[in-house]
T-cell receptor, first 114, second 111 residues
Framework: NAGVTQTPKFRVLKTGQSMTLLCAQDMNHEYMYWYRQDPGMGLRLIHYSVGEGTTAKGEVPDGYNVSRLKKQNFLLGLESAAPSQTSVYFC?????????????FGAGTRLSVL | GQQLNQSPQSMFIQEGEDVSMNCTSSSIFNTWLWYKQDPGEGPVLLIALYKAGELTSNGRLTAQFGITRKDSFLNISASIPSDVGIYFCAGPGGSQGNLIFGKGTKLSVKP
């Protein structure tokens, strides 16, 4: 049982380049989330999805786009990377977002934008 | 928006010592979650709390849901080197019930 898998694990981009981060979960969860983690800032929600074909903005959505074409996959795109997007990105999934919302996290993608 | 205040920000302790950390909110939560993040890994759920006053243990870890429902505490007894990491509290305080996270308590354990 793999849980939540993120690819790639590391990436270095030049300013202005684009890339897509892939998240896959095998737990049949409805909800999926993308967070970024910066030193001293904790985890901040970028975008989330409440089901296949749906997406919604989180706390820090600017500069990112997402798609949820299949229930098990949630893609995070950077159209024109900026140094401020240097961060560690985590994907998570959960069965529900109600009171007993337990999120399961991937191992992270470490992105540097030069 | 809502925020969770975690303290302390960091702790440096000797192996064998007990550890206490807490998390407070400006508003009432009906769920408190405690996660641990090992270096280079994603957060992993340690303990989930669903009722005010609830005390739950997971091995050497004990967490409590505060009576006011605005705080939670995590204690680690007899710390060991593998306890090193960042401990996050979280609760459903975001829009549509999404989780918000504290900024974390970074624990370092000296053998």
């Amino acid at each position: 049982n793999a849980g939540v898998t993120q690819t790639p694990k590391f990436r270095v981009l030049k300013t202005g380049q684009s890339m897509t981060l892939l998240c896959a979960q095998d737990m049949n969860h409805e909800y999926m989330y993308w967070y970024r983690q910066d030193p001293g800032m904790g985890l901040r929600l970028i975008h989330y999805s409440v089901g296949e074909g749906t997406t919604a903005k989180g706390e820090v959505p600017d500069g990112y786009n997402v798609s949820r074409l299949k229930k098990q996959n949630f893609l995070l795109g950077l159209e024109s990377a900026a140094p401020s997007q240097t961060s560690v990105y985590f994907c998570a999934s959960s069965y529900t977002n109600l009171a007993k919302n337990i999120q399961y996290f991937g191992a992270g993608t470490r992105l540097s934008v030069l | 928006g809502q925020q969770l205040n975690q303290s302390p920000q960091s702790m440096f302790i000797q192996e064998g010592e007990d550890v206490s950390m807490n998390c407070t909110s400006s508003s009432i939560f009906n769920t408190w979650l405690w996660y641990k993040q090992d270096p280079g890994e994603g957060p992993v759920l340690l303990i989930a709390l669903y009722k005010a006053g609830e005390l739950t243990s997971n091995g050497r870890l004990t967490a409590q849901f505060g009576i006011t429902r605005k705080d939670s505490f995590l204690n680690i007894s007899a710390s060991i080197p593998s306890d090193v990491g960042i401990y996050f509290c979280a609760g459903p305080g975001g829009s549509q019930g999404n989780l918000i996270f504290g900024k974390g308590t970074k624990l370092s354990v000296k053998p």
